[in-house]
Every structure is written in structure tokens, then in C-alpha cells.
């Protein structure tokens, strides 16, 4: 039972971000740069909060800007609680941050700004999609790219 509620959870919170944008019928022409600029406000109002100014983190919340200081980790951090899945790949972060983000009240937000804070955090970690737009589709084909792990001798 568990198991079949657990995944029709993963189930609605993949369709929330895959609908149509009601209110911003516009959202889905926006292109990556476009979804940046407009999430830097936005993470500024829903975000900084708790992940801090710049995304470097605050005793509230972990980094999520600083991919080779530990920002987004492959694994989730033993001490986190709402986290339990890898973050893989930029749909993976997505998904968590629906269903979990703002703390206070997650869900809460257009599914447009999601993919705009989003992008804004990916271009503040150097990843920038030019004239892409940001959406699950894409999402799912971008790994976080991860510092290569030298062999110690």
C-alpha cells in the first residue's frame, strides 16, 4: 500500500509539472535566458530566505548555488530529513523543489516560476541554455554536472 501511494504521489507531482500553464499562457515561449532573468526576483522572494542571498545556504536550508562547494550533492545529505532521493539530473531537483519548496508552504507557486527560479539557479552555477526553454521535457535530459573524483595513490 505504501508503495502504490508513494508512487501515485511521484505520478501527480509529474503531471503538475508537465501541465499547461494557466495563468502565464506565455511562460512556454520564454527561453532559458528569459526564465533566468525573471526567477532572480522571484528566488529573491520564495528563496532567499533560507538558502541565502546567493544561494551559499544558511543554518535553514543547504547551498544551491556552488555545484563544486556541495551545492545540489548527488546523495542526499544525512542530516536532511524531506530529501531522500539522488539528484541526478535537473528534473530530479525540480521535482523535489514542487513538492517540497517554499518550506511553508510547498506547492504553492505557478508551475512557471518553478522552472524560472530553476533556471536562475542553473545559470548561477554556470549552466546557461541560451534559447532553450526550461521544462520537464528538457530537464530530464540534463545531468548536474558533477567535479570528476581523482584517484588518490
Avoid at 110 to 138: S, T, V
Wanted: hydrophobic share 35%.
Amino acid at each position: 500500500m505504501k508503495t502504490m501511494l508513494k508512487w501515485c504521489a511521484v505520478g501527480l507531482l509529474a503531471g503538475c509539472m508537465q501541465r499547461e500553464t494557466r495563468d502565464d499562457p506565455g511562460a512556454k515561449s520564454e527561453t532559458f535566458t528569459q526564465q533566468a532573468e525573471a526567477g532572480g526576483k522571484l528566488y529573491g522572494e520564495s528563496c532567499a530566505g533560507c538558502h541565502g542571498d546567493s544561494g551559499q545556504g544558511t543554518e535553514k536550508a543547504p547551498r544551491v548555488v556552488g555545484l563544486s562547494e556541495g551545492a545540489l550533492p548527488l546523495d542526499p545529505p544525512p542530516e536532511r530529513k524531506k530529501r531522500t532521493t539522488r539528484f541526478r539530473t535537473v528534473a530530479d531537483v525540480a521535482k523535489f523543489a514542487v513538492q517540497y519548496m517554499p518550506a511553508k508552504n510547498p506547492g504553492s507557486l505557478p508551475e512557471a516560476d518553478y522552472w524560472r527560479i530553476l533556471a536562475f539557479d542553473l545559470k548561477a552555477n554556470g549552466i546557461d541554455l541560451g534559447d532553450q526553454h526550461l521544462d520537464m521535457a528538457l530537464a530530464e535530459t540534463l545531468e548536474i554536472p558533477r567535479a570528476a573524483k581523482t584517484s588518490q595513490r
